[in-house]
């Protein structure tokens, strides 16, 4: 069993910055497929950025902007946000599969494990 807890979510402006931080309790989470994804009000949960094998992945809208990142030895992943949006706007969540690499990273229902999710709010 993982536990996932999503924290520095808030309000920035367009153009700021926001890191999130996802800490992982239960069991290492080293050789886990490790993913963000949002949903925003009315929409629903879209991939974000994946962390898989040795790769990294992101969604068209946030490449050069968002870089995911993670510590193995904190068992924490990282979703740094720059050159923030109004339409980055959502709910923020962690996720983690248990396996190294996944080719269905993007998949909200490959996920096993999930955070309570956080929120992101960007103004124009």
């Known amino acids: 069993q993982v536990q996932l807890v999503e924290s520095g979510g808030g309000l920035a402006q367009a153009g700021g910055s926001l890191r999130l931080s996802c800490a992982a309790s239960?069991?290492?989470?080293?050789?886990?497929?490790m993913g963000w994804f949002r949903q925003a009000p009315g929409k629903e949960r879209e991939f974000v950025a994946a962390?898989?094998?040795?790769?990294?992945y992101y969604t068209e809208s946030v490449k050069g902007r968002f870089t995911i990142s993670r510590d193995n030895a904190k068992n924490t992943l990282y979703l740094e946000m720059n050159s923030l949006k109004p339409e980055d706007t959502a709910v923020y969540y962690c996720?983690?599969?248990?396996?190294?690499?996944?080719?269905?990273?993007?998949?909200?229902?490959?996920?096993?494990?999930w955070g309570q999710g956080i929120q992101v709010t960007v103004s124009s």
């Open positions: 996720a983690a599969r248990n396996i190294y690499y996944s080719d269905s990273y993007y998949r909200p229902n490959e996920y096993r494990y």
């Open positions: 962390w898989t094998g040795s790769s990294t």
């Open positions: 239960g069991r290492s989470f080293s050789g886990y497929t």
